[in-house]
């Protein structure tokens, strides 16, 4: 967590805390803006010695109890993730800024994608799952037993995805009986990317062992990652319950409830709106 405006004096440090003293003139202090048990990114200043790092708010001792030392820079020597931090005086100054870490924690995360609606018809695939009743007028469509239904599943690639990272497929599913077996979903793809040749087609799979309570949601994340390509390629595939091959046991149909692409994030978007994408050298 960061904030505005925060400025305070260090009664006193120890290798692992540093305790808090009067709040500067003119400023406010952690208590203003941070509750018990927060993480605070931190900068410390002690003359020329500066210490930058991720503590824990304790409102109690009012103190932050290092969690993170990122930069430490002691007597003229610059160290990067040091072990200790520094040795503090009560000239000391604490105050709160985004550091580098800051923000390249808050966009290194992972995001979802969900999938691209597809309007279609009955003739779309050999077999389609059909609508049953989940509760009170709401449908669901339903993937039958000891058949291959089908469904198109599409996802553009946002351009906050994260160059050369891995990307997993997710299902959130419920059965409509209660029965011992196993599920076995499926889906192909192939990648579009604007300007090279279609990819080749890949499948990957999920199977699920599972005691099914009927209208219990279950979530199925295929192990097997999709490589990511670049923003705005589109993955274009086909998802199916695979009910007729030995594997897939489970006696009921299957409802699906949503179908999402877990992906690694770590910018807000790329420098450059097409072609080489993560090209710094503007247009």
Known sequence: MIANLVNQKVSSSTPTEITLGDVSPGFIGLSSVFTNGQLVFYTVQDGKNKEVGLAQYNQSTSSLVREFIYDKLDNGTYTQNPTTGLSLTDQAIVTVSPSVQALTTHLDSWGKLEATP??????????????????????????????????????????????????????????????????????????????????GITTIDFQSDVSINQNVFYLAEFSENILSNLPGSIICGRLYRDGTNASDTYSGNTGLLSANLIYQKDRVGTPRRKGDFYNWTPE
């Open 118 to 199: 597809v309007s279609g018809n009955d003739n779309a695939y050999t077999s389609m799952p059909t609508y049953q009743l989940l509760t009170n007028g709401i449908k669901l469509p339903y993937f039958a037993a000891n058949q291959e239904d089908s469904i198109p599943l599409i996802f553009t690639l946002p351009f906050d995805l994260k160059q050369d990272s891995n990307m997993f497929l997710n299902l959130n599913w419920l059965g409509d009986s209660t029965a011992a077996g196993t599920v076995k979903w499926d889906y192909e793809y192939t990648v579009f990317t604007a300007g090279n040749p279609v990819s």
